[in-house]
């Protein structure tokens, strides 16, 4: 979307294979709430997201309210410093000082990831990112904080998870990483798009008219000496266009397998990106008075069905002057979560989800007033040791082809739209 976005002014046609738009971005409104399913919180200031929200004219703002709450062995905490949580929260006291421990690594470690990460003078963004990759790319985040007991793990596990990959799988740098995203709400993903996400998804879409084409799925994309070939089948039929390029925007097995003739050496390269699934709900409620949820966006729950219950009725919430009725939860599930919930139907895991939530916020069910599941598959691509090596061989130049999507990158929805816009800038600049 952010490709088509940047050449809307030239002759581009997107094909989408699913009947929505967005693939793994996905809200709908229900009155001045969204209900969402997929990314939620966007990056800030300086970024490709900002950009392109600007350019479209959809806006956004910073998430309020806690973001690093936890519910875990019947207590709910949702203020003071993470650092004092292991205190506050009713745990053995060999957990505690494992947790200290580990904590105080994870915080030296985080520190210097910050550093490590921040962009050089005259780096592009591709070294960038193999920088980023690069960092403590050589073991597990497990490997690295060393095998700890139950409710120490607990605490880590939910944040690193939400990579899509468990701690036992995701490379050190990667899982550091991840709680640089969540404590650093200055830079890190942070901001709520009005209306729901899928209002710029939709936005574009709209503005794009005919040159967005849904249910149409692409099933090659085949270099030519002076152009690209584009098979692709809509109601059945199937369709041929020659293009003089093609931007593929699609999940790594998704682009290894249509883009039959790209470079041998990236398709290898995209052979080996690792993906883990993802479920995740939204609950709409409609109860009159405050509840503890308000004042909080992020609550992990450690040792539930799913390890965060979001309140993604928080910004309107606080444009509220008194508070209005109902509010709108998500709650996720990533890699061995998800695996255990995928197969099950929607109501399987809503009533899953629903006992956990209830034992957290007694008397949540009787609010709900709509509940709605959603399952990813390729929930996320996420960084194992080895993953930086791939790095050189998935952003070299591919003739005609152009790559774009999360899996290039370690900033999710951000390296979506910066690499479908970079895509873009470059044909601009052949063409
Ligand atoms: C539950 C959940 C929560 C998340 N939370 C966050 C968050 O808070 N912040 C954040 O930044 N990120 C988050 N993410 C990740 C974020 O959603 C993704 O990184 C991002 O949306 C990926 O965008 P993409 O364009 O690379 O891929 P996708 O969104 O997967 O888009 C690929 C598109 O290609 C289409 N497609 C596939 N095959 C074909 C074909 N053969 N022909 C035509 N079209 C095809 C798909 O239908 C899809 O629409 C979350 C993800 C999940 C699952």
Same mark, same amino acid.
């Given at each position: 979307?952010?490709?088509?976005?940047?050449?809307?002014?030239?002759?581009?046609l997107l094909l989408e294979s699913e009947?929505?738009?967005?693939?793994?971005?996905?809200?709908?409104?229900?009155?001045?709430?969204?209900?969402?399913?997929?990314?939620?919180?966007?990056?800030?200031?300086?970024?490709?997201?900002?950009?392109?929200?600007?350019?479209?004219?959809?806006?956004?703002?910073?998430?309020?309210?806690?973001? #690093?709450?936890?519910?875990?062995?019947?207590?709910?905490?949702?203020?003071?410093?993470?650092?004092?949580?292991?205190?506050?929260?009713?745990?053995?006291?060999?957990?505690?000082?494992?947790?200290?421990?580990?904590?105080?690594?994870?915080?030296?470690?985080?520190?210097?990831?910050?550093?490590?990460?921040?962009?050089?003078?005259?780096?592009?963004?591709?070294?960038?990112?193999?920088?980023?990759?690069?960092?403590?790319?050589?073991?597990?985040?497990?490997?690295?904080?060393?095998?700890?007991?139950?409710?120490?793990?607990?605490?880590?596990?939910?944040?690193?998870?939400?990579?899509?990959?468990?701690?036992?799988?995701?490379?050190?740098?990667?899982?550091?990483?991840?709680?640089?995203?969540?404590?650093?709400?200055?830079?890190?993903?942070?901001?709520?798009?009005?209306?729901?996400?899928?209002?710029?998804?939709?936005?574009?879409?709209?503005?794009?008219?005919?040159?967005v084409q849904s249910g149409a799925t692409v099933?090659?994309?085949?270099?030519?000496?002076?152009?690209?070939?584009v098979?692709y089948r809509q109601n059945?039929?199937?369709f041929?266009?020659?293009?003089?390029?093609?931007?593929?925007?699609?999940?790594?097995?998704?682009?290894?397998?249509?883009?039959?003739?790209?470079?041998?050496?990236?398709?290898?390269?995209?052979?080996?990106?690792?993906?883990?699934?993802?479920?995740?709900?939204?609950?709409?409620?409609?109860?009159?008075?405050?509840?503890?949820?308000?004042?909080?966006?992020?609550?992990?729950?450690?040792?539930?069905?799913?390890?965060?219950?979001?309140?993604?009725?928080?910004?309107? @919430?606080?444009?509220?002057?008194? @508070?209005?009725?109902?509010?709108?939860?998500? #709650?996720?599930?990533?890699? #061995?979560?998800?695996?255990?919930?995928?197969?099950?139907?929607?109501?399987?895991?809503?009533?899953?989800?629903?006992?956990?939530?209830?034992?957290?916020?007694?008397?949540?069910?009787?609010?709900?007033?709509?509940?709605?599941?959603?399952?990813?598959?390729?929930?996320?691509?996420?960084?194992?040791?080895?993953?930086?090596?791939?790095?050189?061989?998935?952003?070299?130049?591919?003739?005609?082809?152009?790559?774009?999507?999360?899996?290039?990158?370690?900033?999710?929805?951000?390296?979506?739209?910066? #690499?479908?816009?970079?895509?873009?800038?470059?044909?601009?600049?052949?063409?």
């Amino acid at each position: 979307m952010s490709a088509a976005w940047e050449l809307r002014d030239k002759n581009i046609l997107l094909l989408e294979s699913e009947q929505r738009f967005g693939g793994r971005v996905a809200s709908e409104r229900r009155g001045k709430y969204w209900l969402n399913w997929g990314g939620h919180v966007y990056s800030g200031a300086n970024s490709a997201t900002d950009r392109l929200l600007r350019s479209v004219g959809v806006e956004a703002s910073s998430v309020p309210g806690a973001v #690093t709450g936890l519910a875990m062995n019947g207590k709910v905490l949702l203020d003071g410093r993470v650092e004092t949580y292991p205190f506050r929260m009713p745990m053995s006291w060999k957990s505690r000082l494992a947790i200290l421990k580990a904590g105080a690594k994870v915080r030296l470690a985080v520190m210097k990831y910050g550093k490590v990460v921040s962009p050089r003078p005259g780096e592009d963004f591709r070294q960038h990112q193999e920088r980023i990759y690069n960092y403590k790319n050589d073991r597990t985040f497990t490997d690295y904080v060393g095998q700890l007991p139950e409710d120490a793990d607990a605490i880590f596990r939910p944040t690193v998870s939400r990579s899509a990959g468990d701690p036992e799988e995701v490379s050190a740098g990667a899982g550091i990483g991840y709680f640089h995203l969540v404590w650093d709400k200055g830079e890190g993903l942070s901001r709520n798009i009005h209306g729901g996400p899928s209002t710029l998804i939709n936005t574009i879409a709209e503005s794009l008219g005919d040159k967005v084409q849904s249910g149409a799925t692409v099933e090659s994309v085949i270099q030519q000496p002076n152009s690209v070939l584009v098979t692709y089948r809509q109601n059945g039929k199937l369709f041929k266009e020659e293009a003089r390029y093609a931007i593929l925007a699609t999940p790594a097995p998704v682009t290894k397998k249509v883009a039959a003739n790209i470079d041998p050496e990236i398709a290898e390269a995209l052979g080996k990106i690792k993906y883990g699934p993802y479920v995740s709900a939204a609950f709409l409620t409609d109860e009159n008075q405050p509840e503890i949820w308000d004042d909080a966006y992020a609550i992990a729950t450690p040792k539930r069905s799913f390890n965060v219950f979001f309140n993604m009725s928080n910004l309107v @919430r606080s444009w509220e002057e008194q @508070r209005g009725k109902g509010s709108s939860i998500m #709650t996720f599930s990533p890699a #061995t979560l998800a695996r255990k919930l995928i197969d099950k139907s929607d109501d399987e895991i809503i009533e899953t989800y629903l006992r956990d939530i209830e034992e957290i916020f007694p008397g949540f069910r009787q609010k709900v007033v709509e509940a709605q599941v959603r399952k990813f598959p390729l929930g996320l691509a996420y960084c194992f040791p080895g993953r930086a090596k791939l790095q050189k061989a998935l952003t070299k130049p591919a003739g005609r082809l152009f790559l774009a999507g999360d899996y290039l990158g370690t900033l999710y929805t951000e390296t979506a739209i910066k #690499t479908g816009y970079e895509a873009a800038r470059e044909i601009l600049r052949k063409l």
